[in-house]
């Protein structure tokens, strides 16, 4: 099969053919990051578009710049044939486009009816559009299979149900062209389907979609034609029934993917963590965690899998000493035999560190790094308090930076300078930072949720091995990861949680991704076919 | 990039320029009054360097609460409440000598400012209230306290004056002035200056250590960033929210040790005379680093101590440094990036061209 | 009491909870667009002065409520440019406002009258005079609706009855309009409103001169209503105060009016009785004054139920995916 650059007139989408979108030339470019290099894409009316790319090869920007969020530095936008300038999002609505969003655009104590006629009212006064749209809902709802109460208050929903508002806000508006950022992310697998089928019938009805994603499975589940992004360029365009999964990944990273890390079978030693009936109620009252029982052994990383939002990083939260606030918890946690108070002064994060955890945390921007402080403050971040980091009083600045620079050069931080702001390093040696500053520390437990979300390949394989190399030296290693195919490739031992459970523990080398998607959707995998979806909240 | 604020600065005083000028007045003029005035004599500067010696204080104080993210709008009140500390302190407390009273006043006037800051502090770190808010509110609390306090209670018999009665000899701190005289030579006689601006400076010192060299620092500019990986790092929001309100409130609070022990030797109402406020925009001005906080707060006591020789001399009343001090928090606070986005492009394109 | 002091009291508590009322749903449209205000003070000053100002100058008492719209809008444009255009720091901007227009308002008095800050006292048609409603000389007599209807009700100024209607009107707009969906939704979301295609610039913008059209009648008010001319620093706080009914009014138009009738009333009682025994407690004027101050903390601290501001409230709105 040969995958062929894309121009307007590739063969797999032919000129003269009917096209919903047209792109020609984008560049957009943010300071010295060019995000998209001259993109051409053509889609055809009545198709599901898939355009698929690692996190950050271009793909939101592009399609921001379709709805009109930035301008393009150069290139043209045909809509219909004709070509259209997107100068705002309400252009781009008057084109017939429109756009869920990897994160809502809903107000959250707005009813789904308000949120729904939000820049789309009929006249000044509310009654008339409101009217007007509650008959619309119900009609779309049941056309397209998406009931949800029009008066319900959008923070009351679960999150597929806002997700679905959003799509109703768009066909509201009439639009032609549905773009989805991403819309699995925080959805099971059962509501993934529905999904899935709600966007088959828009598509069958004539309605054009393009789907962004960087998940293989989804693009080779629903799309028509798929086009590859990397690194801000269309590195090819396919229809999907001419492709594998293989190809495709091929040409996302633009090299043979190594989805196997290289390692020993695991040799187990004493427990290192053990979870007993460990159970979590929010600020708001929703219990987030449902009776935990874990253990972790030293020298070997065990894997939770699952949908983001069922409990991992409430798990994360509580083990490192920062559970939301306001949150109730019970249950036990022992770290090598020694009981962990679950809250109270003795359970922050710093008694966490001295009872030897270690954590990088799933969000480096936010928990992981101060962004404003430079590379040598974060990298003693959390450990500020060590005696070598102090002389008295004072923090020994000297030695703080003369750490740093060990711990950079080891970890081959890029650029090696440790007075440069956290802010201006890339994805993957922010990250890199974090890993080394916890690894080096030389936990008895380490924490790692998401670890290479935002990062690229090469640091991928880097964090990997460090991650193993600290399991061989007979440490215990919690992974969190919404991506299923880190975990299968790093973990000795799976579980899977669901609504704040774990559902069920499997080998590596046993699991299937069906069965443990299965697990992930809160089902037995004997138990039948998926049925309705269950509602996994966040 | 210090261009910034010096921009911010010019921008401020050439629409101040332009005031004077839609008044009548001439800029160059009133600006010759102002230097003449404030610093064209020792008596001058003995004023200007008293009412730094204010605004240095304020000005660590909104600093130290900036650095952990926290706006405290509240150096008025707390000002105000450590006023009532000195002067409880200089009235009840027998001193033998100035210098310990001095001490004492400065732990009196800090510990009353600080407990006034705790209130917000707690409620902010507790319950989530908005600090500038509580302390505006606390502003006026404390104002409508001392208002009865001295109308009431600590007014002497027979005086009509809403003030307490002096404070005894003992407690009167020597002037910058007498100590030049004591090492024989002539200064700013009977100016307003006195040794707490040896007290400010080394506040100024020590909140430097505390920013930049204590682990304390450390974690109040980790928290200020970000307070979720401040969590992370264990650090714990409500402690550091009430320890650096009750520092910053301590300072502000310290400030009374200059106008109410150093200058008036009694507490009188509005005793603050707005240094508050004044606070605020020599943060803003000194990028809320102490050096920085130091100068601004030397042009503020310049432009203070100027503003009323203004009124003195010429029909230019002295609220013109309301006008100006509004302006300086206007540009160098509010519309920073009206300034510094053009800058920036600029230095961008310049580096561009080079390279 | 008797039943003339209380009418006495309510009448007053009429009179001096207008500015507090117009400040109040000033600073409500601006902060349910998610911009705090905390520069309702500056603004009502600077439109007192202005009004004062140029009905003295005049002579008309329409030209000075215009005159002070206007004093007021233009500080409202500043804040605009401070917060929306160069999205600065909506509290520091607020402080600036208020330091400049304490000074600026002074400065231009002096030079203008040379009175040290005051106004000339205006009177006859350079002041809003009292309307008597109809009906209200004819049931003065009637036992309690007649004094209630002609003390407390009928004979304010023309600004006070504007005042009162203002409340049923923006709960209208808020709640009833287009522009209210669309104000309540930049407040809580700004990119909801973005990404439906509506400029988020422009709403602010509008919310924020709606406020100072508010806030303008409100210093008029002040200066040419309730009092007859303008004096140095004459609001004297109550920005702030409008402020905290702001806040206990948990930022709701009926709320509002509840509010700042409690701080007005509390404001009449301390004029009327500087000293009020109540059984074994006396309760001093200052005490009386700081109680709406006091009540907002308690409000703030969600000792009695939870004040929740607007939830983009202070932030700068900045596109992002």
Wanted: charged share 20%; hydrophobic share 50%; with cysteine.
């Amino acid at each position: 099969m040969a995958v062929q650059p894309e121009h307007p007139t590739s063969p797999q989408i032919a000129a003269g053919q009917d096209l919903a979108i047209e792109l020609r030339g984008i560049s957009k470019a943010f300071g010295a990051v060019q995000a998209n290099k001259s993109i051409d894409l053509a889609v055809r009316r009545g198709t599901i578009h898939g355009i698929i790319g690692e996190n950050g090869a271009g793909k939101s920007t592009l399609m921001s710049i379709l709805y009109g969020f930035y301008r393009p530095d150069e290139g043209e936008i045909l809509i219909g044939g004709q070509p259209v300038a997107i100068t705002d999002s309400r252009a781009a609505i008057r084109a017939g486009i429109g756009m869920v969003f990897q994160h809502f655009k809903l107000v959250q104590n707005f009813t789904v009816l308000e949120n729904v006629i939000l820049g789309a009212e009929d006249g000044a006064l509310l009654r008339p559009s409101l009217a007007r749209a509650r008959g619309e809902l119900q009609r779309l709802a049941r056309d397209y299979e998406m009931q949800v109460d029009p008066d319900e208050i959008v923070e009351e929903l679960s999150v597929g149900h806002q997700q679905r508002v959003e799509i109703l806000k768009a066909l509201y508006r009439q639009a032609d062209i549905l773009i989805l950022d991403e819309p699995t992310g925080v959805l099971t697998p059962a509501e993934a389907d529905h999904l899935f089928r709600v966007l088959q019938g828009l598509r069958d009805e004539g309605k054009t979609i393009i789907l962004i994603t960087h998940k293989l499975r989804e693009i080779m589940k629903i799309t028509d034609n798929v086009s590859v992004m990397r690194r801000g360029e269309i590195v090819g365009t396919v229809a999907t029934a001419d492709t594998n999964p293989t190809a495709m990944a091929e040409m996302m990273v633009g090299r043979k993917v190594i989805l196997k890390v290289d390692k020993a079978p695991a040799r187990r030693g004493a427990p290192v963590l053990e979870i007993r009936g460990l159970r979590m109620v929010d600020d708001a009252g929703v219990e987030r965690l449902r009776g935990i029982d874990l253990d972790i052994r030293a020298g070997e990383i065990l894997g939770i899998a699952g949908v983001a939002g069922n409990g991992q990083s409430q798990l994360l939260e509580i083990l490192g000493g920062f559970p939301e606030v306001g949150s109730k918890l019970s249950g036990r946690i022992a770290v090598n035999g020694h009981e962990l108070p679950l809250d109270g002064r003795g359970a922050d994060g710093q008694a966490r560190r001295r009872a030897g955890i270690g954590h990088v945390p799933e969000d480096r921007q936010v928990e992981g790094l101060i962004m404003d402080f430079d590379a040598w403050e974060n990298a003693a971040f959390g450990y500020h308090d060590a005696p070598e980091y102090n002389r008295g009083l004072l923090m020994d600045n000297a030695a703080i930076r003369e750490d740093a620079r060990g711990k950079m050069a080891r970890f081959d931080v890029r650029p090696p300078d440790v007075e440069l702001a956290a802010r201006n390093f890339s994805g993957g040696n922010q990250q890199k930072i974090v890993v080394a500053r916890e690894i080096e520390r030389n936990p008895d437990l380490l924490l790692v949720g998401q670890p290479t979300r935002g990062v690229d390949i090469g640091a991928i394989e880097f964090i990997h091995k460090r991650i193993v190399e600290l399991r061989d030296a007979g440490k215990a290693v919690l992974l969190v990861s919404v991506e299923l195919d880190e975990i299968m490739a790093l973990s000795d031992r799976i579980a899977v949680m669901f609504d704040g459970r774990i559902m069920g523990e499997r080998l590596p080398e046993e699991a299937t991704t069906t069965a443990l998607g299965c697990l992930m959707a809160g089902m037995e995998p004997d138990a039948g076919p998926v049925q309705a979806a269950g509602g996994a909240r966040t | 990039m210090i261009l910034t604020p010096l921009i911010s600065l010019a921008l401020a005083f050439a629409i101040s320029a332009v005031v004077i000028l839609a008044i009548g007045e001439s800029p160059v003029e009133a600006l010759k009054v102002m230097v003449e005035g404030a610093l064209g004599s020792s008596y001058g500067w003995g004023n200007t360097l008293y009412y730094t010696t204010n605004y240095i204080f304020t000005g660590l104080a909104v600093a130290v609460a900036y650095h952990a993210g926290l706006f405290n709008i509240g150096g008025e009140g707390q000002a105000t409440m450590g006023g009532l500390g000195v002067a409880l302190c200089c009235l009840f407390i027998p001193w033998p000598h100035w210098t310990l009273a001095l001490l004492g006043a400065a732990v009196a006037g800090a510990l009353f400012g600080a407990l006034w800051a705790l209130i917000p502090a707690w409620l902010q770190a507790k319950r989530g209230s908005h600090i500038v808010i509580t302390t505006i509110m606390f502003n006026f609390i404390a104002y409508n306290i001392l208002t009865h306090l001295l109308s009431k209670t600590l007014r002497p018999l027979g005086s009509m004056d809403p003030a307490t009665a002096n404070f005894p000899p003992a407690t009167h701190i020597p002037g910058l002035w007498q100590l030049a005289e004591m090492m024989g030579f002539a200064w700013g006689k009977h100016s307003l200056a006195n040794v707490t601006l040896f007290i400010a400076l080394l506040m100024a010192f020590l909140v430097w250590v505390l920013i930049w060299r204590t682990r304390l620092g450390y974690e109040l500019r980790a928290f200020g960033k970000s307070e979720p990986a401040a969590r992370y790092a264990g650090i714990s929001p409500v402690r550091i929210t009430i320890i650096t309100m009750l520092i910053s409130g301590g300072l502000a609070g310290m400030m009374a040790v200059n106008n109410v022990m150093g200058m008036s030797e009694r507490l009188i109402l509005n005793a603050v005379e707005g240094a508050g406020f004044f606070g605020i925009a020599v943060a803003l001005m000194g990028r809320n680093h102490p050096v920085g906080i130091v100068l601004a707060a030397l042009l503020f006591g310049f432009l203070f101590q100027g503003g009323a020789e203004l009124s003195l001399w010429t029909s230019i009343p002295r609220e013109l440094i309301a006008v100006i001090q509004g302006l300086v928090i206007l540009f160098t606070g509010a519309l920073d990036n009206m300034v510094r986005l053009p800058l920036e492009r600029l230095f961008a394109a310049r580096r561009r061209k080079e390279g | 009491m008797d039943v003339m002091t209380v009418v006495q009291i309510l009448d007053s508590t009429v009179r001096l909870m207008t500015p507090l009322l117009l400040a109040c749903l000033a600073g409500l449209y601006s902060e349910r667009s998610g911009i705090f205000d905390i520069g309702l003070e500056g603004k009502m000053l600077m439109a007192a002065f202005s009004a004062g100002a140029v009905a003295a100058l005049t002579g008309s008492a329409v030209l000075g409520l215009l005159a002070g719209i206007l004093g007021s809008l233009a500080l409202a444009l500043v804040h605009g440019l401070a917060s929306i255009t160069f999205r600065g720091n909506q509290l520091i901007s607020g402080v600036a406002i208020n330091l400049f227009a304490g000074g600026f308002t002074v400065l231009v008095g002096q030079k203008l009258f040379g009175l040290g800050g005051r106004t000339p006292p205006v009177s006859g048609n350079a002041r809003f005079s009292e309307i008597t409603l109809p009906g209200a000389t004819a049931i003065r007599d009637v036992p309690v609706i007649g004094p209630i209807y002609s003390e407390i009700i009928s004979g304010h100024s023309p600004l006070v009855y504007l005042a009162l209607l203002a409340v049923p009107l923006t709960w209208w707009v808020l709640y009833r309009t287009r522009f209210g969906l669309r104000l309540r939704a930049v407040g809580e979301n700004p990119a909801s409103v973005d990404t439906a295609g509506i400029s988020v610039t422009r709403l602010r913008y509008s919310a924020v001169m709606i406020c100072g059209v508010l806030c303008g009648i409100a210093g008029a008010y002040m200066a040419i209503s309730l009092s007859a001319g303008f004096v140095k620093d004459m609001t004297a706080g109550r920005g702030y105060i409008a402020l905290a009914a702001l806040i206990f009014a948990k930022w709701r138009p009926w709320h509002a009016l509840g509010a700042t009738f409690l701080f007005g009333l509390l404001e009449a009682i301390s004029n009327r009785f500087p000293q009020l025994h109540l059984g074994p407690i006396t309760l001093s004027e200052s005490f009386m004054l700081t109680l709406p101050y006091i009540l907002t903390v308690v409000i703030l601290a969600g000792f009695v139920g939870r004040a929740i501001p607007p939830r983009a409230g202070g932030e700068p709105y900045v596109k992002e995916r």
